[in-house]
């Protein structure tokens, strides 16, 4: 495929993708983060087994990048997570860290 073929591939995949994730309504954010933190499991793997495998020096480097980047994405996700759980708590409750360390 040539250049200008895959950068309109590129742009309408991102005006998709905006469309669909701005039609996304606030209860189901939730499930949708945790199966986007799983893909980047997926994609942590693979970063790692391409990495494992490489000979070169550039290969070696840009799959470190890709390995540290899949990480910080997969991890980030987790904290957004995390934090929109405890948004759908009550007021009056505690966390189960901070119950436990009451005891």
Known sequence: MD???LLTIFVLAVF?????????STTLHTPLMSGANAIHGVILVGAIIVTGQTTSTLGL?????????????????FVVTDRML????????R???????GR
């Open 86 to 93: 405890e948004m759908f708590k009550g007021r009056g409750q």
């Open 61 to 77: 480097v840009l799959g470190l990048l890709a390995v540290v980047l899949a990480t910080v994405n997969m991890v980030g996700g």
């Open 3 to 5: 250049g200008i073929t």
């Open 95 to 101: 966390p189960a860290a901070s119950q436990e360390a």
């Open 16 to 24: 998709v993708g905006f469309e669909v994730v701005s039609k996304v």
